[in-house]
């Protein structure tokens, strides 16, 4: 069964403070991981889209990267509008189509 | 970039009625869409896979009779619960997914719908 889960549940980050969120997954047949941004009352919002390891992509402050058994989001000098919850999914393709399985989310909340 | 776009953003419904819920890819074709559930500080769960021109693919545990897909165009989903009860109440988002021409893929989310059953 497919597994992600992520850490930590929640992060308090000072303005500047620089920090990473972890996704560690279990699944048969990677066809994608991504994290998005979800602000409260919101749809979520794409951030990357990474297929294997050894792969990162960066966007502004956000910098993502993935191994075979999890990936890291490293928010570098962070800034209150950083503040979401940041979700991970993987991709698998399962009898002709594909789901998206989501972790539960790190909630992250950057002080002025 | 892609957008998708639900509509209503919230509603609030009487129990025992019907209420529909529109997903539209904006500027790109949606031959699979997907609707998720999502309760308070939890994550999305997957409740079907909205195919075009055929039928919806649902999850284990997920009731068809009661939550209706169609699926009519390459650009429209819909989501109709049948019979509402306050237990329905929630947050539902669609999802689509763009395939690019060098092979990879997105999956862009809607800004999701909050359904309130009074």
């Known amino acids: 069964e497919d597994q992600v889960t992520q850490s930590p549940e929640a992060l308090r980050l000072q303005e500047g403070e620089s920090s990473s969120l972890n996704c560690s997954y279990t699944v048969s047949g990677l066809r994608g991981l991504f994290w998005y941004r979800q602000d409260p009352g919101k749809g979520p919002e794409f951030l990357f889209t990474?297929?294997?390891a050894g792969e990162e992509k960066e966007k502004e402050r956000l910098k993502a990267t993935l191994t075979k058994k999890e990936s890291f989001l490293h928010i570098t000098a962070p800034k209150p509008e950083d503040s979401a919850t940041y979700l991970c999914?993987?991709?698998?393709?399962?009898?002709?189509?594909?789901?998206?399985?989501f972790g539960k989310g790190t909630m992250l909340l950057v002080s002025p | 970039g892609a957008v998708v776009s639900q509509h209503p953003s919230w509603v609030i419904c009487k129990s025992g009625t019907s209420v529909k819920i529109e997903c539209r890819s904006l500027?790109?074709?949606?031959?699979?869409m997907f609707w998720y559930r999502q309760f308070p500080k939890q994550s999305l769960m997957l409740m079907a896979t909205s195919n075009e021109g055929s039928k919806a693919t649902y999850e284990q545990g997920v009731e068809k009779d009661k939550f209706l897909i169609n699926h009519a165009s390459l650009t429209l989903s819909t989501l109709t619960v049948t019979s509402a009860h306050p237990e329905d109440s929630s947050f539902y988002i669609c999802s689509a997914r763009v395939r690019w021409g060098d092979g990879g893929n997105t999956i862009y989310f809607g800004e999701g719908s909050w359904l309130t059953v009074v």
């Open positions: 990474l297929y294997s």
């Open positions: 500027d790109f074709q949606a031959t699979t």
């Open positions: 999914a993987v991709r698998r393709e399962n009898s002709g189509y594909s789901t998206l399985t």
